[in-house]
């Protein structure tokens, strides 16, 4: 399996990450219950190993006709792909949703949770993840 060397990102989830065993308890402990929050608090970095290719769902494209903007249809056709989302994990494991995101619709993403991945490239795209723990 080819592996890649990351940056530990506090928003995603590690599958494996609760159940981590290096044979040494202090390190398994930190990594169990201090890992996440002391990076999120900024006060460490850390480095994971990954599997180059991370099985996850990613939304292609998503439209709603101009007359039927500001209506929830957005927020409810994104229902759907959560439960598809979840489907799909319970079936094939995923660690969560990517989508590229057009400029104009960051904040409609954000406000569902997902977060940008490589900060907001505007006007191209922008790299955006949903953890499977914040697919409601
Ligand atoms: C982005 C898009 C799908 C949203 O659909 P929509 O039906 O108008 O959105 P909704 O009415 O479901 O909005 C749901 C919530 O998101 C908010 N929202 C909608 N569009 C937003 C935007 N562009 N930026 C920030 N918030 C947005 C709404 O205010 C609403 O908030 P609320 O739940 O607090 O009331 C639609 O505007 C669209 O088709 N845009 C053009 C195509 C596009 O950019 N698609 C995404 C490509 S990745």
Redesign the pocket.
């Known amino acids: 399996m080819t592996i890649v060397f990351s940056k530990y990102d506090p928003n995603l989830t590690y599958a494996g990450q609760k159940k981590f065993d290096c044979g040494n308890a202090a390190i398994n402990k930190f990594a169990h219950d201090s890992l996440k929050s002391q990076v999120r608090k900024g006060v460490c970095v850390a480095y994971v190993l990954l599997p180059k290719q991370i099985p996850c769902t990613r939304?292609i494209?998503?439209?709603?006709?101009n007359q039927?903007?500001?209506?929830?249809?957005?927020?409810?056709?994104?229902k759907e792909a959560f439960k598809a989302t979840k489907l799909a994990a319970q079936a094939v494991g995923s660690f969560g949703m990517y989508?590229?995101?057009?400029a104009?619709?960051?904040?409609?993403?954000?406000?569902?949770g997902f977060s940008l991945l490589e900060g907001n490239k505007s006007p191209n795209?922008s790299p955006m993840f949903l953890p499977m723990s914040g697919v409601p």
């Not at 494209?61 to 006709?65: A, I, P, R, S």
């Not at 989508?99 to 057009?102: E, R, Y």
């Open positions: 939304l494209m998503l439209g709603v006709d039927y903007k500001g209506r929830n249809l957005g927020k409810q056709l994104m989508l590229d995101a057009d104009e619709a960051v904040g409609f993403y954000e406000a569902l795209p």
